[in-house]
């Protein structure tokens, strides 16, 4: 019996241009590269400054390549080379913070990294004057004024399709433990929201977010991409805002899903955990396929995690209980260590427990009670940049 007609279609369908895998980057499988989303502030008053153009405009030439807009006139990116090691992404983007500081200070800014700016409000916000950014406003209209959202992304080479499927697959299941330790952002529209990162819920109001679907192979990923290409529903796959997605063109998986960090040696443990995670998955396979395969326990542990940060207790499929997010931690951790020492990220490893032991949120709310407020909390944050 012949195959239906549509079968026979998609399996004739070239691979688009998108998709292909980047031989040369695939060269250098583990090396890193790191993004971070960073808010301007007026320091009369701590308040958010849509002042990107001005930024973009009188940046020096050494900055320039590692410096991007974002959807709000109120953030930019911070962008680090390739790096083999994960000492040597975050040495360079200490510098471009304080590069970045140093240009600032002519125009009268200052700079910040949080999940989110404590009392900003969506009627302030303006978008960016790039086409990219007028294009998205029209497509998600005022949904795309909502107060900005600053993130951490940290981009893994992989060697190939079948092992960026996998790695895919597997990281997955590790977005609410990324979520939960990254966790920076308890403050919304001057209000304390009992949540430990506002910014997950928050961002979730755009389209094509979360925690993507398992996919059968590298093909099945794209075809399912390439299907909303081919319709218009976005323009091209950096539309996508899953929590993690592949990047082909950079031979990369890339965990999007943490929260800014304030301190540098917050996002270096970070770093090296996703890191050693995501070899770790490619070699050894240490998710349970009982978490891997259900998306209904990965969305309510994503939701656990946002609204408890360290404090989390994460469904376990496997197990049929809840357990403390301090010791899954301390299983997933004890798994990675191998591979962190392979990649040379063991030192930085190490010091994940640190952001346990004192969590961002914690710390952001006793900052805002000082007499100061959240003035003072925003002052404290641009001071830590």
């Not at 590069?99 to 600032?104: D, H, K, M, P, R």
């Amino acid at each position: 019996m012949p195959p239906p007609p549509e079968a026979v279609a998609k399996a004739s369908r070239r691979e688009p241009d998108w998709a292909h895998w980047d031989a040369d980057c695939a060269r250098s499988p583990w090396t890193i590269g790191i993004e971070e989303e960073v808010m301007l502030l007026d320091p009369t008053d701590w308040a958010l400054a849509a002042e990107i153009d001005a930024v973009l405009a009188v940046l020096d030439q050494t900055l320039v390549d590692h410096v991007g807009a974002e959807t709000h006139g109120s953030a930019l990116e911070l962008r680090t080379d390739v790096h083999p090691t994960v000492a040597a992404g975050i040495a360079e983007m200490r510098w471009l913070r304080q590069e970045l500081a140093a240009e600032l200070r002519p125009l009268g800014l200052r700079a910040a990294a949080a999940g989110m700016h404590p009392f900003a409000v969506w009627q302030d916000t303006r978008i960016s004057s790039g086409a990219r950014y007028q294009m998205l406003h029209g497509s998600m209209r005022e949904l795309a004024r909502r107060e900005p959202t600053f993130a951490l992304h940290v981009h893994v080479a992989l060697p190939g399709r079948s092992e960026a499927t996998r790695a895919l697959n597997q990281m997955r299941a590790h977005v609410p433990l990324l979520l939960a330790l990254s966790a920076n952002s308890p403050y919304w529209q001057g209000r304390d929201t009992g949540l430990a990162s506002a910014r997950t819920p928050l961002f979730q109001g755009f389209p094509r977010v979360g925690i993507p679907r398992a996919f059968e192979d590298y093909a099945d990923y794209v075809e399912s991409i390439d299907l909303l290409l081919r319709c218009d529903a976005f323009p091209e796959p950096t539309f996508l805002w899953w929590d993690v997605r592949l990047q082909p063109r950079f031979a990369t998986i890339e965990v999007r899903i943490m929260d800014s960090q304030t301190e540098l040696s917050r996002s270096a443990a970070l770093v090296a955990l996703v890191q050693s995670l995501v070899r770790l998955e490619v070699e050894e396979g240490f998710a349970s396929p009982d978490l891997v395969g259900a998306p209904e326990v990965l969305a309510e542990n994503r939701f656990l995690a946002a609204r408890d940060g360290v404090e989390a207790e994460l469904i376990d499929p496997t197990a049929g209980r809840r357990v403390p997010l301090r010791e899954l931690l301390a299983e997933t951790v004890a798994a990675a260590g191998p591979h962190a020492e392979d990649l040379g990220c063991a030192a930085e490893l190490e010091t994940i427990q640190e952001i346990s032991d004192r969590p961002d949120p914690a710390w952001q709310r006793r900052a805002a009670a000082g007499p100061a407020a959240l003035p003072g909390l925003v002052a404290a944050l641009a001071a830590a940049f």
